[in-house]
């Protein structure tokens, strides 16, 4: 039986493990907190409750589903056991000051998931950040369908993202190869694509239309959209991914 291990335990990492299980795979979901805090999402999703130690363990596929402060606080060396054959897979988006403080490298213009493979020592796959977790619970769709859904992989490793796309098949998405990690900045929060839940075809063109000069200023409009949602009552900590 394949088997995927969830890091975080909040909207995007229970959808992802709601449709891994779906299509038969042993999910074990871990967070900051001991594996009894997961007793009702075991319940409702069927997943394993776990420790982030679990991460080191054998896995077809890894998510990290995380807020990206909350990636600098993984423990050190988390994954230097981990195989080299397990795909790492990044799903987290930086809302600086809203939720996830500052992060200078980022700020600099460091794309969110170079970071984050910095901070954990090993390469990752960028997926799983431009769509709602709804989405991902309620709109997946056969292959072939006209509205079928769109997800963006970037990364550097080829077979990985080549799995990658395949994952995204099986649970009922379209995956594209975005290029390579350092294109990632694509699909950051309010580019283009970001969120816009379309199809292949205008998905590939809204990666292609996005310029690296207005990665800041759509994602400072990303981060005014998602003020506005908060002031209407909306918790910040469903905003996605992560």
Partial sequence: M????????????????????AIGY??????????????????RLGITPGTL???????????????QHAVAKLPPRLFARTSTETVVLDAGNYYPRLR?????????????SQWVEQQIGRPVIKMFNTI?????????????APDR????????????????VALADLIGFDGIDA?????????QPGMPVFCTHVPTAKATAALAQARHDAVEAKRQE????????????????RLPAG
């Fill in 2 to 21: 394949p088997r995927a291990v969830i890091i975080g335990s909040g909207n995007i990492g229970s959808a992802v493990a709601g449709r891994l299980k």
């Fill in 26 to 43: 042993d999910v074990v979901m871990a967070n900051s907190r001991e594996p009894s805090s997961l007793t009702d999402h075991a319940r």
């Fill in 53 to 67: 130690e679990d991460a080191a363990g054998a896995a077809d596929f890894v998510l990290i589903a995380i807020p």
């Fill in 100 to 112: 996830d403080g500052t992060i200078a490298e980022i700020d600099a213009g460091m794309p969110d």
């Fill in 132 to 144: 709602h977790a709804g989405r991902i619970a309620d709109a997946h769709r056969p292959p072939g």
């Fill in 149 to 164: 859904i769109c997800l963006p992989v970037a990364g550097d490793d080829v077979a990985a993202k080549a799995r990658a």
């Fill in 179 to 187: 290029g390579p990690l350092a294109q990632s900045w694509r699909q």
């Fill in 222 to 237: 990303a981060l005014d959209r998602a003020r506005r949602w908060s002031r209407d009552g909306a918790d910040v900590g």
